[in-house]
């Protein structure tokens, strides 16, 4: 239990030659705003942008933020004015989200103005301006945002933000922008009971129990594998596990030209110092393909992986979280060594039970008759692609002005068979005549 309380995670900024120079010129606005000479001010950087608290009330209802809606409700409750420097247009990137037909909204990114932030409660306004960094690691330059505060109010900010983003926090992509993650929750998801037992079940207690780890002298971390064909909710549990309170979440693309050994180092000791946390790694089954002679564009070494999954320090409160469609071409020492994964679970095709939950979530409306015919005739089907059909389905329902139907879903899924069949065949075909012969389609 004592690990959810860890519900924030802050940084305090570099004060690095780029951060200085970028808040030089706005330095006397900065000082009049907070009523302070600068000697008193604390540079922070948050998981969210606190300065895009600024875009709402200059775009109005329709403006999308990356905050999350529980979160900017806890803000605006609080939030009395913003202010900018004189002079100053603000600047506001924005991006159109098509919601239907006739409703659309904008997705509002905050640029590099400053902006004063005051919110009740606090002496003074907060000061929020994205600034230039330098990630040592990748090499790369990119835009963070940087928080001013007084000293004494750094309390009661800390409060306020714990209040608006302990829930839900970004999935941090090493070396790039990070991404928010819609929240999911458990009950959500249509879940074997091995995936329940092995995965839920098992990621709650260890949570729940970091006290009971540390008084057996057990490290406290977590490994699971995640395997099986695509669209059957490895994704959706990754997910789930993300939108749990208090959790930070890290993941790496390893196909990137800049991601090497020092990066995934860098992603683990950033992990350590987040705690409780997340490492996500996406198909491992691609990193190192099983022919050494393929090229995979992977410039992680798996010794570094091996030796990061192996480590006894700094790892306390991390979970690391690997997919893979293909597990049989896994080095073997990946799974080799115990510890590395401490459950490995099948995601495989749903079965009819679990197909007929699906149907009764996505239509409420079906009878037990409509939902055990749609069950029957989704057979074979991955969630992602029972998805598919449902979406043909809802179109169809839509056009005909009417509510989904079980003969609706039936075409659907009777279409989409023969989409599947015949893309097989082409795949099929292609193959063979790279082998040198063609077979007979009938």
Request: glycine share 6%; aromatic share 8%.
């Amino acid at each position: 239990m004592a690990a959810m309380m860890k519900t924030l995670r802050l940084s305090l900024a570099s004060k690095s030659a780029e951060i200085r120079n970028a808040l030089e010129p706005y330095m006397p606005w900065i000082q009049t705003c907070t009523g302070d000479d600068g000697a008193n001010l604390i540079q922070l950087r948050f998981d969210y942008p606190l300065a895009a608290m600024a875009a709402h009330p200059l775009m109005g209802a329709h403006c999308r933020t990356p905050i999350p809606p529980k979160g900017r409700s806890v803000l605006e409750a609080r939030l009395q004015r913003v202010e900018f420097p004189p002079g100053i247009l603000p600047a506001v990137k924005l991006q159109r989200i098509s919601r239907s037909r006739t409703s659309q909204d904008w997705s509002a990114e905050w640029l590099d103005c400053p902006v004063a932030l005051y919110f009740s409660g606090l002496s003074g306004p907060v000061v929020a301006m994205n600034v230039p960094c330098v990630d040592g690691a990748a090499h790369n330059s990119e835009w963070r945002e940087v928080t001013l505060a007084k000293q004494e109010d750094v309390p009661a900010l800390l409060d306020l933000m714990k209040a608006a983003y302990g829930v839900n926090r970004p999935l941090k992509v090493m070396g790039e922008t990070s991404v928010m993650i819609q929240p999911l929750e458990w009950d959500d998801l249509v879940l074997d009971d091995s995936v329940i037992r092995l995965v839920r079940d098992d990621f709650h207690l260890f949570l729940e129990r970091e006290d009971w780890y540390r008084q057996h002298r057990l490290p406290f971390r977590r490994g699971y594998l995640l395997y099986g064909p695509p669209g059957n909710g490895k994704s959706s549990v990754i997910r789930a596990m993300l939108s749990t309170a208090g959790i930070s979440g890290f993941t790496i693309n390893p196909f990137r030209t800049f991601t090497d050994d020092d990066l995934l180092a860098g992603m683990f000791a950033e992990a350590a110092q987040s705690t409780p946390s997340i490492v996500v790694l996406e198909d491992l089954d691609r990193w190192f393909p099983a022919n050494k002679a393929e090229e995979s564009g992977c410039q992680i070494s798996l010794p570094q992986l091996l030796n990061l999954l192996d480590g006894v320090r700094n790892q306390d409160g991390i979970i690391v979280v690997a997919t893979a469609n293909h597990p049989e071409v896994l080095d073997t020492a990946i799974l080799r060594r115990p510890g590395r994964f401490d459950r490995m679970v099948e995601f495989g095709n749903p079965s009819k039970l679990m197909r007929a939950s699906y149907w009764r979530k996505m239509c409420p409306a079906l009878s037990e008759e409509a939902v055990e015919i749609c069950a029957r005739d989704s057979e074979g089907f991955s969630f992602a692609e029972m998805r598919e059909g449902y979406i043909f389905a809802a179109q169809t329902a839509l056009e005909a002005a009417r509510k989904v139907s079980a003969t609706e879903i039936t075409n659907a899924m009777q279409r989409l068979r023969a989409a599947i069949k015949m893309a097989e065949r082409k795949s099929a075909c292609s193959s063979a005549a790279h082998r040198g012969f063609h077979p007979h389609l009938p």
